[in-house]
């Protein structure tokens, strides 16, 4: 019962995705507006914990990843993309050209995959011809429930956003819509002049 759940809302998702995928190929890398994750996010809470990303999950390479991993960088760059979405596919030797750059600044990349649930070989296969040819060093992961409140929240992909060491949303640092390098290292520096990082 839970799967077919799982699969009713990755249904649902994917429909809201392939529109906002195509709005995004159009606009290029002019900002998009996003809604309530910024709101729900971005306000100071006593429920601040509810709204920390925690997460345990796969990589493409079959690694085990948990949330732990924001603890080791000053801020982490979420990459939500999809393996039908050509500006998603796009964007990524741009983020991995801008991550390269700030590899000794304590910044890190991931990315969640919205259409790769584990067990899916023929995706996790094109996922995989993907990253390759996109020269991607960092992480992509494996769609697992605990993504799916941040999908609800999203108006399409590519979405990016940066938490800081305990996955906490870092305040105007999301965009929705295709990013070139200059894009993803603007990014960069506003969350880390956020953190107070050099």
């Given at each position: ?16 995705f392939f529109i906002s995928c195509s709005k ?175």
């Open positions: 019962m839970k799967k077919l759940h799982f699969y009713v809302l990755i249904a649902i998702f994917a429909s809201v995004a190929e159009a606009k290029g890398n002019e900002e998009a507006k996003t809604s309530a994750i910024t709101s729900q996010s971005e306000s100071k809470t006593s429920d601040d914990a509810k709204n920390r990303l925690k997460f345990s999950t796969k990589d493409l390479d079959g690694n085990t990843v948990t949330d732990e991993i924001f603890a080791k960088y000053d801020i982490t760059l979420i990459n939500i993309w999809g393996t039908f979405c050509g500006p998603c596919r796009a964007e990524l030797p741009d983020l991995e050209a801008a991550y390269k750059a700030y590899a000794d600044k304590k910044v890190n990349v991931i990315a969640l995959t919205a259409d790769l649930q584990e067990g899916d070989k023929e995706t996790l296969a094109f996922a995989k011809e993907l990253w390759k040819d996109a020269g991607c060093s960092f992480q992509a992961l494996i769609t697992v429930d605990n993504f799916l409140p941040i999908y609800q929240q999203i108006a399409g992909v590519p979405t990016s956003f940066i938490v800081d060491k305990s996955g906490m949303l870092i305040p105007g640092t999301i965009h929705t819509g295709r990013l070139n390098k200059a894009g993803f290292e603007k990014l960069f520096e506003t969350a880390l002049k956020t953190v107070g990082s050099k």
